[in-house]
Structure formats: structure tokens, C-alpha cells
């Protein structure tokens, strides 16, 4: 009111008036016009963010199951997961507790789960991680650890992060292990630790290779082998190479073979070493050299057998026995050694040397104890130098 009585008041011209009136008209359709495009834009903002929507809930599975096949129409996989979450170019799913079969030949092997997967369309590969387990079909061998890959064109099962893995016979923990499912073999490393019962062995080392089918446990490089009476080790043997067969509890030891006993006490040493845990024997097809610390006395000898439970040893082949404390030496071509009692008996070509008296003596056979120097020579033509 106050306005128009300013403006009726006025003296200004009907030109002017027209003028402004027209302004006024301009105006208004330019702010009518510009909430139009407001409100358009929103509109296109609501229907953008409503598509968007709809798009990722159709990349959004529950309760579902993926399945991959080759060329020939076998399967490779199957996935069974709580939830599965595609890429745009739905190539790549990532699922939530999937549990499923890996198949070779179309026929299953392993049983796998865990909390979180990653699924590839193109079927080259599947990765688990978070409380994986993985089961051998054929054996019951269950494995588990923190991440699994599986490439079945390569038919190669990983599993890496504080892997464990237990079988009827035999316990396992490494960082890595690598399943050659075609080979049926498992390439263990880093920090390995192999654990097989009856009798209670433990195996450490950097590398383990353990067939499956065949059920031992094979090392390129440097291995431990300890015999175990609860957590009290008895017997330690170790090796540059090294197998060990889960069956029959037979250890090969290969290129610095060493075996440390404690029940006798001696140590043998050599380039191949056959330990038997079940029957208690250790044989040598090559130079051996076995030390009793108590007695201080060294054997050595081209092969040999040390029965461990009767504590007897044969040596066979340029045999020779030293003892340290009185200077004696045995040499001859075959020697059973009763190992607690030293009693001896030496055959072919015997030849004994004492210092204390200086005495030589050559025989076909020989009998007595070295460390008393209680020598009897028989069988044939004996000869026998003393030195005053």
C-alpha cells in the first residue's frame, strides 16, 4: 500500500510506467522459468540414484551357487556362499562363508570353506581367505590356513599363512604349502614342522615335499629327525637330504648323515644312513664312522649295521676299532662289537696293536675286549711281535 501510494503520488510520466511494468513481467518468467530447471534436475538426480541402486542390487546374490566348467563341459569348481557381491563386469564375485567342492577330471577332490572368498568367472582361479580349510577327499587329510588360491589348469592347490595339517599319520604346520593335485604331493616350506606317531617322530626343516599316496615325507634340504618319549628327545638324526617314510618309520639320510643315540650312547656319521625306528636298527651301504663318548672308542668301517635294541653292531670291509684311552687298534675284515661290554669278534686278516707294552699280533680271527687289551688270536697261522 505504502508503494503504490509513493507511486500515485509521484509525478513521473505513463513512458516510465509502461517501461518498468514490462521489467517487472521479465523478471518474474525468468524466475519461473529457473525453478522449472531446478526441479528437472532434481527429478534426474532421484531417477540417476534410483538406477544406481537397482543396478547394484542385481550384483547382490544371497544363498547362492557358482559353478565353473571347462571346454568339456567338466566341472571345476563349485561354490556354495551366504552372499556374493559381482563387479560391474561380473568377472570377479566376492563371497561371504563359501563352502564348496575343487573337482580335476570331473571328479571331486578337495572340500573347501572359509569367511571370505574371491570368485573368477574365467574359472583360472579361486581365492579363500580368512579360516580356510581345505580337505583331502581320497585320505581325510585336512588342511588349514589364513589364505588358499586354487588354479585348476595347473591342478595347484596354495595355501599360505600358518598352515597346519593333520592326517591319520601324520601332523604338519609350515608357512606354505603347495598341492600338485595331478602329482598327489605337497611342497611344504618355511618354518616346517612334521609330526607322525608310533613310535613319536618329529621332522624339521626349511623344505618337506610329503606324498600323499606314497605317505612319506621327502627333503632336498638340510632336515632334523628327532625320536620323541613325550616332550624328551631320545634320538636325533639329521642330513643334508632326507626321507622318511610314514609307514613303515624308515629314515634315509643322505650327504652328512649323522645319528645321535641315546640308548647305547654313540653317534654314528656317514654319507647314508637307514635308520629304522620300528625295528631299532641303523644300516650304512657306505663308509660309516660310529664314536661311544663313554668308552672312547671309534669304529669305523666301508658298511654296517647297528642292531640298537640287542646293541650290537657289524661292520664289514677295511674295519678298524681305536680306543682312545690305551692306544689300542683292531683292524680286520669283518667285527661284531658288543657295544655295552666291548667284547669283540674280529674275522679275516685281524691285525691288533697295543702301546703299553708295544705289542703286534696278525691272526685269521680274534676274540676278547679292547679295552682290558685281552687279545686271543686263532684259526690259523698266528704271528705276534712284543716290543720290551
Not at 86 to 92: A, G, L, M, T, V
Not at 115 to 143: F, P, Y
Request: charged share 20%; aromatic share 4%.
Amino acid at each position: 500500500m505504502l508503494g503504490l501510494s509513493y507511486l500515485k503520488q509521484s509525478s513521473l510520466s505513463p513512458v516510465w510506467w509502461r517501461r518498468t511494468t514490462i521489467a517487472v513481467l521479465i523478471m518474474t518468467l525468468l524466475l519461473a522459468t529457473g525453478c522449472r530447471q531446478r526441479n528437472r534436475t532434481a527429478e534426474r538426480l532421484a531417477e540417476d540414484s534410483a538406477a544406481a541402486q537397482e543396478i547394484e542390487s542385481n550384483l547382490t546374490f544371497n544363498n547362492i551357487t557358482l559353478e565353473q566348467a571347462n571346454e568339456q563341459g567338466q566341472t571345476l569348481w563349485n561354490v556354495r556362499a551366504d552372499q556374493a557381491i559381482y563387479s560391474q563386469d561380473q568377472q570377479i564375485a566376492q563371497v561371504t562363508n563359501p563352502d564348496g567342492e575343487l573337482f580335476q577330471d570331473g571328479k571331486p577332490i578337495f572340500r573347501i570353506q572359509a569367511s571370505q572368498g574371491e570368485v573368477r568367472e574365467n574359472g583360472e582361479t579361486i581365492m579363500l581367505r580368512g579360516q580356510v580349510v581345505a580337505t583331502d577327499i581320497k585320505t581325510g587329510a585336512v588342511l588349514r590356513g589364513d589364505e588358499l588360491d586354487w588354479n585348476p589348469a595347473q591342478g595347484l592347490l596354495i595355501i599360505r599363512g600358518n598352515l597346519r595339517g593333520s592326517h591319520p599319520q601324520f601332523q604338519m604346520s609350515a608357512n606354505e604349502g603347495r598341492v600338485l593335485t595331478r602329482d598327489r604331493r605337497m611342497e611344504l616350506s618355511g618354518q616346517v614342522v612334521g609330526l607322525a606317531s608310533n613310535p613319536t617322530v618329529r621332522l624339521q626343516g626349511e623344505r618337506l615335499t610329503w606324498n600323499m599316496d606314497a605317505e612319506t615325507a621327502v627333503s632336498d634340504r638340510p632336515l632334523r629327525i628327532d625320536r620323541l618319549q613325550g616332550s624328551q628327545i631320545l634320538d636325533t638324526a639329521t642330513g643334508e637330504r632326507a626321507e622318511f617314510n610314514l609307514k613303515t618309520k624308515i629314515a634315509t639320510l643322505t650327504q652328512n648323515a649323522f645319528l645321535n643315540l641315546a640308548d647305547p650312547p654313540v653317534q654314528v656319521s656317514g654319507n647314508s644312513l637307514i635308520w629304522n625306528l620300528t625295528a631299532r636298527t641303523v644300516n650304512a651301504n657306505q663308509p660309516l664312522t660310529v664314536v661311544h663318548r663313554q668308552q672312547q672308542v671309534t669304529l669305523t668301517a666301508n658298511q654296517g649295521q647297528i642292531d640298537l635294541q640287542k646293541r650290537i653292531m657289524y661292520l664289514t670291509q677295511n674295519v678298524r676299532a681305536e680306543g682312545q684311552r690305551n692306544q689300542s687298534q683292531l683292524r680286520s675284515d669283518r667285527l661284531t662289537w658288543n657295544i655295552p661290554t666291548q667284547d669283540f669278534l674280529a674275522e679275516g686278516n685281524v691285525d691288533y696293536r697295543q702301546n703299553n707294552p708295544l705289542v703286534t699280533s696278525r691272526g685269521p680271527r680274534a676274540t676278547g675286549k679292547l679295552q682290558n687289551q685281552t687279545i686271543v688270536l686263532s684259526g690259523g697261522r698266528i704271528t705276534t711281535q712284543i716290543v720290551p
